[in-house]
């Protein structure tokens, strides 16, 4: 098996910008419409240094997230929150084209958020978000891996790795990384993307990128099926076992 396709670059930010772009780019010509999904922490500062970038159609965007927590957008800890302070706050997106978490239904329940969330997203028109085999056709997916090699919230050896319900968004309450209570898109939804990059930086993420390169290894981030053209970009930190 072939290492997986990857990209060793100095500055990740604005490599990842500039395929952001680019992908967006694509499908606004073909489509009329850019659908993204994104995960938290430092990705969203890379999507705000594109706020300077010439030629970018915020209107066209429209924006959910692969994972949240199940706590108030104001709470230090949810993935909104962290991307409206460094990205969507300082750019034109339509507020009726960004899909956060719906604050009443996580006073309920995870599954009452994730079911929630997964009937708005299925809302949007085709144009705006594709199908396949009745699950979402995000253009792309934005994620990060953490140094167990979960990716979204799914984490290794759960028993979400292995649902079968055809769910786009499904509920977790016993998250091994606090807080316990998420929501997440499925590993099927993940796979149905038309693509995927998955970025890590940093000293921390060796070992486990290290890992995730050698065959056979069925972490989460390597279970990226290879018809969502999974690209990984990584700075000389994040690769330095390889």
């Known amino acids: 098996m072939a290492a997986p396709k990857h990209e060793v670059v100095d500055d990740v930010a604005s490599r990842v910008a500039t395929l952001v772009s680019q992908l967006a780019n694509d499908a606004i010509s073909k489509?009329?419409?850019?659908?993204?999904?994104?995960?938290g922490g430092s990705l969203v500062k890379m999507l705000g240094s594109m706020k300077a970038m010439p030629g970018v159609e915020w209107n066209k965007w429209v924006v959910a997230w692969v994972d949240e927590r199940c706590v108030p957008h104001s709470d230090p800890e949810s993935n909104y929150g962290g991307a409206w302070n460094a990205w969507l706050s300082m750019v034109p997106i339509?507020?009726?084209?960004?899909?956060?978490?719906?604050e009443q239904a996580v006073l309920e329940s995870p599954d009452a958020a994730a079911r929630n969330y997964e009937a708005r997203l299925r809302e949007l028109p085709?144009?705006?978000?594709?199908?396949?085999?009745?699950?979402?056709r995000f253009d792309l997916l934005l994620l990060g891996f953490g140094p167990d090699g979960h990716i979204c919230s799914l984490f290794p050896g759960h028993a979400l790795l292995h649902d079968t319900s055809k769910r786009w968004i499904l509920p977790i309450s016993d998250s091994p990384k606090p807080p316990a209570q998420r929501i997440t898109l499925s590993l099927a939804a993940v796979n149905t993307a038309a693509k995927v990059i998955?970025?890590?930086?940093?000293?921390g993420k060796k070992q486990i990128v290290k890992q995730a390169f050698q065959q056979g290894c069925k972490l989460p981030c390597t279970l990226v099926s290879e018809t969502t053209k999974p690209l990984w970009i990584l700075d000389m930190?994040?690769?330095?076992?390889l």
């Not at 489509?31 to 995960?39: D, H, Y």
């Not at 998955?198 to 000293?203: A, E, Q, R």
């Not at 930190?237 to 076992?241: G, L, P, S």
């Open 31 to 39: 489509r009329g419409s850019f659908s993204i999904a994104i995960a």
């Open 94 to 102: 339509p507020p009726d084209q960004i899909y956060s978490i719906d």
């Open 126 to 136: 085709i144009s705006a978000l594709p199908r396949e085999n009745d699950l979402p």
């Open 198 to 203: 998955l970025v890590g930086t940093g000293d």
């Open 237 to 241: 930190a994040a690769a330095a076992e």
